[in-house]
């Protein structure tokens, strides 16, 4: 799924878990593939009260990673 976004902010891309690991991960740790996104400031993590984990809950239609922006966050810029 494609959020997208208002004036300055980029858009969400919600990703299925079994395609970030398929698509993304590859054959990489997805413990460090989700560690590395995040801080390059391109994958979101969902923080509450009482937990922090990558996936986020769309009501209605399951968990996702939510990549913000088409591109890394250095390459918009350009």
């Known amino acids: 799924y494609r959020k997208l976004a208002d004036h300055a902010a980029a858009d969400l891309f919600y990703i299925l878990p079994p395609v970030f690991v398929t698509e993304i991960c ?3 740790d997805k413990g460090k593939v989700c560690q590395v996104l995040f ?3 391109w994958l979101k993590r969902y923080d509450s009260a009482d937990k922090s984990r990558w996936q986020h809950q769309l009501k209605g239609k399951g968990r996702f990673f939510v990549l913000m ?3 890394p966050p250095d390459e918009m810029q350009d």
């Open 26 to 28: 590859k054959d990489y």
């Open 39 to 41: 801080d390059a400031a």
């Open 69 to 71: 922006g088409a591109l």
